[in-house]
């Protein structure tokens, strides 16, 4: 059974997505501030964190920094809650790590949905060689570890799977479709600009080799030293 934390401090927020959620059988514990987040994080790590932005000792994007920096809790998922008019959240929340996000108002299957997607990814381990290339990108199953030009490059859970997917298929088009089915599940009813920021986030962190990423507009996408 997964573990979900909930950090969140609109009461009636939490409620309804520790409900949802433990309806369905996960295992779920929600927290109001970051304080008390941290106490029971000591204890246990869970297999997802429900991130709100806004909280009242600390604000998400300080608290995805320290799960990210600390080995015990740098590879569990994370989804993002953000309000309506917070872009800028979201994008530096996607930069620093988090590998999903939602924005307030959101539906409950909308919520069950993200959730089954990001926990089938993380706990599944494809069939894939254990060592990938691609000019100075080189990615070690083995170690879940990428580097450029043989320096480390650090990649949330979604950008990683998202550059595995592109070097599986290096110099052949991966379609928009493709992509959300493998990387997001079959049942993802996100808007596509979750693609599109996790490319550009890719891009960004893998430096001068973002480049190779080539957009084939209405298409998708493909990695590639051609321009």
Known sequence: MALIYIVE??????????????????????????????????KRVPDLFLLDVMLPDEDGLSIIRKLKSNPKTAYPPIILVTAKTS??????????????????????????????????????????????????????????VVTVKGEACELTYKEYELLKLLLINSGIVTSRDVIMDKIWGTDFEGESRTLDMHIKTLRKKLGEAGSYIKTVRNVGYILTRED
């Open 9 to 42: 401090d609109d009461k009636n927020i939490a409620e309804i997505e520790s409900f949802a959620l433990k309806n369905i059988g996960y295992e779920v514990k929600d927290f109001s501030c970051a304080r008390d987040f941290y106490r029971e994080l000591e």
């Open 87 to 144: 872009e800028i959240d979201k994008v530096k929340g996607l930069d620093i790590g988090a590998d999903d996000y939602m924005t307030k108002p959101f539906g409950v299957m909308e919520l069950i949905s993200r959730v089954k997607a990001l926990l089938r990814r993380s706990q599944v381990i494809g069939a894939v060689p254990l060592v990938l290339s691609f000019e100075t990108i080189r990615m070690e199953e083995e170690k879940h």
